[in-house]
């Protein structure tokens, strides 16, 4: 059984979403918790758990990020977190993972598939301890969760796209 300690100066939570039909909005999840119960050697019998902080939201804009957090979309005073906890981690390819589990967002959980690639482990040469990097990225549709505030555009379409897509990266310190 290995230990995972997450380094959060080197991990990342990033999403994007269209906006008005022709561009993208882009974000960042900035206070989050990953916790890896399992071995770094036998990957697909470990148990993910992640805690988002759903008010760390930043898109770069704060009237947004404002609406972002209240009931319109997250609801952060009654829904304070994003989580995610995995059910089953498969091999795809020698560093290739699907990890489906069980994600919860504005109080409503469905079951979501991620890809996820293991980049090995190195040895940190400042103090010794060796790291393990993960990355990953997925797909959801907000409107699933509840998350359905749109604006109708008057040449069509709506002003924020349904889909989200995400990517992580996600670094841990391994210990015995």
């Known amino acids: 059984m290995s230990s995972f300690t ?5 991990s990342g939570i990033a999403f994007q979403v269209k906006h008005m039909m022709v ?8 206070s989050f918790d990953v916790q890896i119960d399992g071995d770094v050697n036998s990957l697909e019998t470990a148990k993910w ?21 209240s009931a319109d979309f997250f609801d952060v005073e009654n829904h304070p977190h ?18 489906t ?5 504005k109080g ?4 979501e598939t991620f890809k996820v690639e293991f980049n090995g482990t190195s040895k940190n040469p400042m103090d010794g301890s060796t790291i393990a990097g993960f990355d990953g990225e997925g797909k959801v549709n907000r409107e699933d969760y509840g998350l359905t505030w749109n604006a109708a ?3 069509g379409g709506v ?10 990266n996600f670094e841990f310190v391994i210990g015995e």
Not at 6 to 10: A, L, S
């Open 6 to 10: 997450m380094d959060k100066v080197h």
């Open 23 to 30: 561009s993208k909005t882009k974000g960042e999840f900035t």
């Open 49 to 69: 758990t992640v805690t988002i902080d759903a008010a760390s939201i930043d898109t770069n804009n704060e009237d947004r990020d404002n609406h972002l957090r």
């Open 82 to 99: 994003i989580t995610f906890v995995s059910d089953s981690i498969k091999k795809v390819s020698d560093d290739e993972y699907e990890v």
């Open 101 to 105: 589990g069980q994600l919860t967002i």
């Open 108 to 111: 409503v959980t469905k079951t």
């Open 153 to 155: 555009l008057e040449t």
């Open 159 to 168: 002003l924020v796209g349904k889909d989200v897509k995400f990517s992580v």
